[in-house]
């Protein structure tokens, strides 16, 4: 479908009215409340119905993610994201994730469903168009330290999830975490994140955590028990 025909879509929920973002930096200036520690900030990705977007909003998801791939069995149609994303309160980021789309069309999806940002798997053609860096999450399927050491030449958030061949994330597979040792910038953690792991995944203090198989009881649908265990568990680290 065409998204510009419906460019002048605004989302009354927008994010960007809640907090402004002035650079790279600014991600991590998520306010805490005042007093108590900071809580480790959890994506649930692989949002596919208006249930499950409630569900992670009143559990105190910090973003939603909502997949465009029309090869992953998580997709959902933009006209589906944009009524989900209008219904979903200030207090939760929604990002998009895109994979074959050109910066343009990713950009007009972005304002025809009201997302916040958008996770792109090819960062370097961003950064050559320039465009902001508020905007993107530069997710890198790791395989070896090499994508990590990428991450490190663009201003973008970077995401870092298991690179399995012929997926673009969700596998449920976990990477080395031993390689994220010494990148000193802020970055999601992706890859084998469930209730079991998840102590593990705090210990490394990423700037958040990014979820999809690991609390679902098939793929594009949650599992309400395993989604309260997880904030549980978090909330009892905290």
Excluded at 6 to 15: D, K, N, P, R, V
Excluded at 69 to 92: D, F, H, K, Q, T
């Amino acid at each position: 479908m065409s998204y510009t025909s419906q460019a002048s879509y605004t989302s009354q929920a927008s994010y960007t009215s809640y907090m402004s973002y002035r650079s790279y930096n600014s991600y991590t200036s998520y306010p805490p409340t005042p007093g108590c520690p900071m809580k480790t900030r959890v994506k649930i990705c692989g949002i596919t119905n208006r249930e499950d977007a409630f569900l992670v909003a009143d559990l105190g998801a910090f973003a939603a993610g909502f997949v465009f791939y029309r090869g992953s069995r998580r997709c959902v149609a933009p006209e589906e994201v944009r009524r989900i994303v209008a219904s979903l309160p200030s207090s939760i980021l929604k990002i998009g994730v895109f994979v074959e789309d050109t910066p343009d069309e990713v950009m007009a999806a972005k304002q025809y469903c009201g997302l916040d940002r958008v996770q792109v798997y090819d960062a370097g053609r961003w950064a050559a168009a320039g465009h902001d860096a508020v905007t993107i999450i530069a997710a890198y399927r790791v395989r070896s330290k090499v994508q990590i050491a990428r991450a490190r030449d663009l201003p973008y958030l970077p995401l870092f999830d298991t690179g399995v061949s012929g997926t673009w994330g969700g596998s449920g597979r976990r990477f080395d975490w031993a390689m994220l040792e010494g990148f000193d910038r802020p970055y999601i953690l992706a890859g084998g994140i469930t209730v079991d792991t998840i102590d593990e995944a705090m210990k490394l203090a990423p700037f958040a955590v990014d979820i999809a198989s690991g609390v679902e009881r098939s793929p594009g649908k949650k599992d309400p028990k395993k989604l309260r265990a997880l904030f549980e568990r978090i909330e009892a680290r905290t």
